[in-house]
């Protein structure tokens, strides 16, 4: 179909990743006509309403503005891969439950069903850019399927993935750090790769544009959320130490954060870390050393989600044996549910699993969030327990033994602790599994303050 825009882009798989990315394509590049598809009507529903299914500071401008100009969000995948030049694929990839590496293999369900529909429905070549993260090699078997059709119509396969962190998106991908794009070293492959990098080239930066081969590409977005999950884990597990021997790990971040081979981002000790993709990527990146006889190197990343399980684990032992060794019929209170602040997403949520541990000791518990309660009943539905929701966080924390710190939004540093204290039970604990608040204040309001990674402050004896 001829259309008055220079290409025509699609974007199958309206999530967290697809969402935004499409936004600030079609908001960077308006002689580009872009389009969303998704199998699910609801989502595709939000994204055209007031509402969007995803929270993300500055989304919502980008959306509103270009929304029904260049971009558009469908159901109507068929019509979207024959209009289509270049097609991004971002639906979702979890860890497989069930059968041959569950709980550990990607599940690529989804994607080869993707895979297939674009076959059957293309009329046209086109480019296929893989935006989800996929093991190694996936970008093979997507080049099988398509030439089931003995090449009638011809693709390129590339890889593009994507970097973006929740909550920070929109800043992300309007400057990322990067943008990596693997090809295949073929001419038709580097063509399409230059054809992908023109995309981005109408606002990012061309140094910053690293292009690739298609295997290095696939396994660079493994081993980057790798890294930077094993760093949470190094200082996780320090925090522990800080907590036995009364150092505290917020100076000896500082003092190894000066080292600028080390660096001083991304060392906060927390309740461990959550989100859809960390504890994946590793899983997958053992599962396919694991597949290569590299047991070895599988151990080693693997330490870094059981480092991670064993600081959520801690944590709710720390309130249990701080609260005399019984939390049953006591009143907790979690500030927050979502994985991390500025964003309503609760997948692997530390929350979650924190929340079940309490509910197993027959605690009362009581959620408050400004953005994930929606998720957070999701998540706990079918939880044998008790369990409220309430949006205000001084309604939430009345009547409670206990407030636990769990996603550092801002608004929990501006609270009334005063206030909060005062309608609490006493002896009040505050256990802060984000080190977000001013522990010293706190303890001098009468609180028993438990921070991550250094000495408790208590009125006890
Ligand atoms: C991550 C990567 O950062 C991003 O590049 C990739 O594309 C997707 O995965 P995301 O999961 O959205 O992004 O958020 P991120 O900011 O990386 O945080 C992940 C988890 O680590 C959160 O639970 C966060 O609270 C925790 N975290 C992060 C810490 O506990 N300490 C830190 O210092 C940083
Ligand atoms: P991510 O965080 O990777 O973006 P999400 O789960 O938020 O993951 O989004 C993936 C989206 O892909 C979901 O909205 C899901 O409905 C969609 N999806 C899954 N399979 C298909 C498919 N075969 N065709 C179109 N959309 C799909």
Redesign the pocket.
């Known amino acids: 179909m001829k259309t008055e825009f220079k290409k025509n882009i699609l974007c ?7 969402g935004p990315t499409m936004a600030m394509i079609a908001y960077k590049c308006p002689q580009y006509k872009v389009t969303t ?4 009507p609801v ?1 595709i529903a939000e994204w055209n309403s007031d509402i969007l299914p995803v929270y993300e500071p500055g989304l919502d401008e980008i959306v509103k503005d270009v929304r029904g100009k260049n971009l558009f969000f469908s159901t109507d ?1 068929e019509k979207g891969i024959k209009e289509s030049d270049i097609i991004f694929v ?3 990839t979890p860890t497989k439950t069930f059968g041959v590496g569950a709980g550990m293999a990607a599940d690529l369900q ?1 994607w080869e ?2 895979a297939r ?1 674009i076959l059957e429905c293309s009329e046209t070549p086109k480019i296929i850019v893989e935006k ?1 993260t996929l093991p190694v090699k996936t970008a093979l078997a997507m080049e099988r399927i398509l030439t089931l059709n003995n090449n009638k119509v011809h693709f390129d396969v590339l890889s593009n993935p994507e970097f973006l962190a929740e909550g920070t998106a929109v800043k992300d991908l309007e400057n990322p750090d990067r943008v990596l794009v693997g090809s295949r070293q073929t001419e038709s492959g580097l063509a399409a790769r230059e054809e992908l990098v023109e995309i981005y080239a109408n606002w990012v930066p061309e140094e910053r544009i690293v292009k690739s081969d298609i295997w290095s590409s696939e396994l660079s977005k493994l081993v980057a959320n790798a890294f930077l999950a094993q760093r949470i884990s190094s200082i996780n597990s320090i925090s522990a130490l800080c907590e036995k021997t009364d150092a505290d790990i917020a100076n000896v971040t500082r003092a190894i954060g000066f080292d600028s081979r080390i660096g001083s981002k991304f060392l906060n000790a927390s309740i461990g870390f959550g989100g ?1 993709c960390f504890k994946k990527d590793i899983l997958n990146l053992v599962y396919l050393c694991r597949h290569y006889g590299l047991n070895e190197v599988a151990d080693y990343w693997e330490s870094v989600v059981k480092i991670n399980d064993y600081q959520k684990g801690r944590f709710v032992f720390n309130m249990l044996t701080a609260m005399f060794n019984t939390l049953a019929e006591k009143k907790i209170c979690l500030f927050g549910f979502a994985f991390k602040a500025d964003t309503g997403d609760t997948r692997e949520s530390p929350a979650i699993f924190i929340a079940k541990r309490l509910i197993e000791e027959k605690a009362r518990l009581t959620i408050t969030d400004p953005k994930a309660l929606k998720n957070a009943k999701r998540d706990l539905h079918g939880v044998d327990g008790k369990v409220s929701y309430i949006e205000d966080p001084y309604e939430a924390a009345a009547g409670s033994h206990a407030i636990a710190i769990i996603t550092e939004w801002n608004i929990y540093k501006e609270l009334d602790f005063e206030k909060i204290y005062r309608s609490m039970i006493k002896p009040a604990f505050i256990f802060d599994g984000r080190n977000v608040i001013n522990h010293k204040r706190l303890f001098e309001i009468g609180f028993n303050v438990f921070p991550t990674g250094k000495p408790a402050l208590t009125h006890f004896e």
């Open positions: 199958i798989g309206a999530g967290y990743v697809g598809v998704d199998i699910n989502r995948i971002s639906v979702n989804y069903k993707t529909k989800s859809s």
